[in-house]
């Protein structure tokens, strides 16, 4: 199983970022897969999370009307969309799979998004 992400980088204040997660080794069908974010000392902060084949999408307050999830089913990714990008969005982002109906659960290796002028 893997979930790699890519896309991390420096942006400016107000610059936007796509981030994606290609995910392997596992049926990509009916599976929650979420974004995290964590910054040094804190625990990983729940971004939003979107189940693959259903559909349902849900946001953290933090992140709603700023980023946006989403997946290609045919390609196994979920992307994270971030907009309007603010210095206290820094932080290794981290993509997470949680099938349905299984007790286990996968994480990415996560990538760094550094907002900075």
């Known amino acids: 199983v893997q979930l790699v992400e890519s896309g991390g980088g420096l942006v400016q204040p107000g610059g936007s970022l796509r981030l994606s997660c290609a995910a392997s080794g596992f049926t990509f069908s009916r599976v929650v897969m979420s974004w995290y974010r964590q910054t040094p000392g804190k625990e990983h902060e729940w971004l939003a999370s979107?189940?693959?084949?259903?559909?349902?999408?849900i946001y953290a307050d933090s992140v709603k009307g700023r980023f946006t999830i989403s997946t290609d089913d045919a390609e196994n990714t979920v992307y994270l969309q971030m907009n309007t990008l603010k210095p206290e969005d820094t932080a290794v982002y981290y993509c997470?799979?949680?099938?349905?109906?299984?007790?286990?659960?996968?994480w990415g290796q996560g990538t760094q998004v550094t907002v900075s002028s």
């Open positions: 979107i189940t693959t084949t259903v559909g349902n999408i």
């Open positions: 997470h799979a949680e099938p349905l109906f299984l007790s286990t659960e996968y």
